[in-house]
């Protein structure tokens, strides 16, 4: 059953069907939906729309997993200026993480989630979550839980502060300090890894999915017992298991921001992020050279993912967007989707950009299923102009 909502924001000329999809998304969600949307093609704002009660497109919500890709951002700036090699050894920029077997991984292994470093044996504290140097202190130390560079899983928890403490080993800076630094304040983007105090009162706290019951049957199927390989990664193991969904509306994760989950973005950030990343925007160059949005892009783990498991495939940092969600984007599609519904990415081949984010989190988690129906029609419209 639809209902009456209300559209607000615009889109360019040859757009308008983005934004008639864009209504009946809204239209077929609850009462209380609040979404938006926002895409550039050719580093031009073409969709720019919201829809909820209380919601405008400077609202800001929690886009979990879409961290990562802010953060591997960062980390292929830095493979770009020639920072960090991506076939060197984990070790030659971080001695200790050779403990437990692991002196052998190379960046490149890492980033593309063939660590086995997927979490601890005992679990993290809220406070240890919202930590990257204390995640990455803690895992130096761990056995890994498979063979590294033998398999891949997703690390859903860690990634992030495990390539982080790569970061800092070589640059003495944090992943958070340089974003700031070299992506979020120079294009000015509401794409935040660490929210300031100030902008509090824009930010929405994210809402628990609501399943139907036959909704409730399949996510009680999918959780997995609490010592399997999914619980670790997920951190519902130890003595302070994490409700996922509740994440961004600590204070302490959002102040810190995690490089794996703590973003605090609206969708006008998130496709500013990838406008930036592949095409000039308002006079600044793109912030990678195509080369390097091709090595990233690029499938280096593709197959059954242990974590997940299922089918994925991951470039290094990135999901590989066409594989993992879109499969009418062009080849090397890099993004990054979020659990509570959130997607990002840049298609180099069209050009285009895009950010959608969601307060209420989806069902079954992920990026939501509109998204597809959302990216799609975008997508027709670039290229059709």
């Not at 405008?56 to 960062?74: E, P, Q, R």
């Amino acid at each position: 059953m639809t209902q009456q909502t209300t559209v607000h924001g615009t889109v360019a000329d040859g757009y308008e069907a983005v934004r008639e999809e864009f209504a009946a998304v809204a239209a077929a969600e609850r009462p209380d939906y609040e979404g938006q949307l926002c895409a550039y093609v050719h580093g031009r704002r073409v969709v720019d729309l919201w829809a909820g009660p209380d919601a405008d497109g400077d609202s800001l919500y929690g886009v979990y997993s879409s961290t990562k890709g802010a953060a591997h951002l960062v980390v292929a700036l830095l493979v770009q200026d020639g920072t960090l090699e991506l076939d060197r050894k984990v070790t030659y920029y971080w001695p200790e993480f050779a403990a437990e077997s692991k002196g052998a991984l190379t960046l490149r292994e890492l980033l593309a989630h063939r660590a086995g470093l997927v979490g601890t044996d005992t679990g993290f504290t809220l406070a240890e979550l919202a930590d990257d140097r204390v995640i990455a202190e803690r895992l130096a130390d761990q056995r890994p839980f498979w063979r590294p560079g033998t398999a891949f899983g997703y690390h859903a928890l860690v990634i992030g502060a495990l390539t982080g403490e790569v970061v800092r080993r070589a640059t003495g800076r944090t992943v958070q300090g340089l974003y700031e630094e070299r992506v979020r304040a120079p294009h000015g983007l509401d794409f935040h890894l660490g929210l300031p105090a100030a902008l509090e009162p824009r930010f929405r706290p994210a809402q628990p999915i609501l399943p139907t019951p036959e909704q409730r049957e399949l996510l009680d199927a999918l959780l997995s017992p609490p010592h399997t390989l999914q619980a670790v990664a997920f951190n519902r193991h130890g003595a302070d298991p994490t409700d996922l969904a509740a994440l961004p509306n600590h204070r302490l994760i959002r102040e810190k921001g995690p490089a794996s989950v703590g973003g605090i973005a609206s969708a006008r950030g998130l496709a500013g992020l990838y406008a930036a990343l592949i095409s000039e925007v308002a006079g600044q160059a793109p912030l990678l050279k195509p080369d390097t949005v091709a090595e990233f892009g690029q499938f280096h783990s593709v197959g059954y993912d242990v974590v997940a498991r299922g089918h994925k495939a991951y470039g290094l940092g990135f999901q590989a967007t066409a594989d993992s969600w879109h499969p009418f984007l062009g080849a090397g599609a890099i993004g990054h989707s979020g659990a509570g519904g959130c997607q990002a990415f840049a298609d180099p081949r069209s050009s285009l950009a895009y950010g959608y984010t969601r307060r209420r989190c989806a069902f079954p988690g992920g990026a939501a299923p509109e998204n597809d129906r959302l990216a799609r029609a975008v997508h027709t419209a670039a290229l059709a102009l």
